[in-house]
C-alpha cells in the first residue's frame, strides 16, 4: 500500500517547487488531503491531476482554467479552448512583428542603435489607445457622440446574426443592438478585459438575452463559415497590422448575401482652426506610434481598396464628417475634447520616450487642440464608411434574402 507523496517529493519529481505546489492548492488546482501533523499528501489521483494540470498550465491557461476545466465546472471547455488558441495565434502575431521590426531597424547603419531602436520601436506591438479606465470611457464618449453621424442608415433586419469583431468595451455594441432590436449579436474582442467590460455594459443595457459577448480574434472568428448575415466593424481595421487578412476571415463567415459594415476615422482628414503646428505635431506623434504599433490611423482612405482586395463586392465607402464650432458646444466638448484631443493626449509617454516630441512641444499642441472649442474656433474630423456584400453564388438556386433592413 503506497502511503502518498510528501509536496517535497512531488516537487522534486515534477521540477515545480514547493512553493507552487502550496499555491496551487490554494488556488484548487490540486488540493491533496493532509496528515494529522497538517502535511500535505498527494494520493494516486492527485499525482494524476496533478499532471493534468501542468499540461494545461503549459499551454497557458490561467490556474482558474484549469482547476474548472479539471473539476468539470467549465461549461464548454472546447469554447474555453479555442478562445486560448486565438489568443496563442494573436500573441504569435504580435511577437512576429516585434521580431520583423526589431530585425529590420537593426540592419540599418547608423551610430546609435540604442537611441534608433527606441526611437523606431516605441510601442511595436502593443495596442497604442491602452485599456485604461480613461480610454473605456473615450470609448463611450466616443459612442455617444457619434451615434447619429455613424449609425444613420445602420440597421440590420429581425432574426439576423450579426458578428461585431473588436467590440472593446461595448460602447458601439448597446447602440447598434438598440437600432436593430430584432437582430442578435455575436460581439468579440481580444482582451479578456474588454470582453468582461462589454459583457457588463450588455447587461446593464438590458441587451444580454440578444448580445453574446465573447472572447475571439477578428481573424480567425469563433462562428461556422457562411453562419454570418451581417459583419459591423467601428475602429479596429486601424489598428491591425493585417487588415487585409483580417476582411478576407470576416468574409469567410458571412453567408452569400451576407453585408460587412466598416466604420474607421482618418487622422489625414483632420482640419482646425486656428491652425497650429504644435497641434500637428503631436497628431503625428500618434500616427506614428499607431504604426510602429503595427495600425494605420489613416485608414478610412483605404477602405475602399481593402475591401474590393478583400473578395467583397458592391463596395462602396461615404465619408462622415463631424463639424465642431461655436454653435455646437456639445460636439466641441465631447467630440474635440473628450474624444480627439484624449486620444492623442494619451500617447504624451510613449512618444517623449521615443523622442518624437519635447515635453513642452506636446503639452503647447495640446493646449492648441483645445483652443479649438473656443470662440471663434472650428474643428472638423471625417470618419469613412464602408459597406460591401459576400455575393451570392452564381450557381445557387436559393434566392437571396439580404439581410439590411
Ligand atoms: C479602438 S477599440 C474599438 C472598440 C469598439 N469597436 C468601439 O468603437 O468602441 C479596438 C478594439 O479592438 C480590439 N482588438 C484588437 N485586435 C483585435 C483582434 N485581432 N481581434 C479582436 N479584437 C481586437 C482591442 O482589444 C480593442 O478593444
Known sequence: MTR?????????????????????????????????????????????RLHRAITLRALGLRLDQVAALLDGADPDPAATLRAHLAGVDADLRRRQVVRDRLAEVLDRPGDDVLSTVIREMTMVGSYVHGYHDTEAARLRDQAATLADLLHEGVAFADGAHVLEPGCGVGAQTVVLAARSPGARFTSIDLEP???AAARARVAAAGL??????????????????????????????????????????????????????????????????PDSADARAVIAC????????????????????????????????????????????????????????????????????????????????????LRTTEPGGTFSYTFFRATGTRAASTTSVTPTNPSRA
Open 193 to 195: 478585459g474588454q470582453v
Open 4 to 48: 502518498g507523496r510528501t509536496v517535497g517529493e512531488l516537487a522534486e519529481a515534477t521540477g515545480l517547487s514547493v512553493r507552487v505546489l502550496r499555491h496551487w492548492d490554494q488556488r484548487g488546482v490540486v488540493s491533496p488531503s493532509r496528515t494529522p501533523a497538517g502535511h500535505r499528501l498527494y494520493d494516486a489521483d492527485d499525482v494524476v
Open 286 to 369: 500618434q500616427e506614428v506610434l499607431q504604426r510602429h504599433a503595427g495600425g494605420d490611423a489613416g485608414i478610412g482612405r483605404r477602405l475602399h481598396p481593402l475591401l474590393t482586395a478583400a473578395g467583397f463586392d458592391d463596395v462602396d465607402v461615404v465619408p462622415r464628417t463631424a463639424h465642431a464650432h461655436a454653435g455646437r458646444p456639445d460636439l466641441a466638448d465631447a467630440l474635440v475634447r473628450r474624444t480627439f484631443t484624449a486620444m492623442v493626449a494619451g500617447v504624451r509617454e510613449p512618444a517623449l520616450a521615443a523622442g518624437l516630441i519635447t515635453p513642452e512641444r506636446f503639452d503647447a499642441g495640446v493646449r492648441d487642440l
Open 208 to 273: 444580454a438575452d440578444r448580445v453574446d459577448v465573447r472572447a475571439g480574434d477578428v481573424h480567425a472568428p469563433p462562428v461556422a463559415a457562411g453562419s454570418i448575415d451581417d459583419v459591423v466593424v467601428f475602429f479596429l481595421l486601424e489598428h491591425l497590422p493585417r487588415p487585409d487578412e483580417a476582411l478576407r476571415a470576416l468574409r469567410r463567415v458571412l453567408r452569400p448575401g451576407g453585408t460587412i459594415t466598416v466604420v474607421e476615422g482618418d487622422h489625414g482628414a483632420t482640419a482646425f482652426h
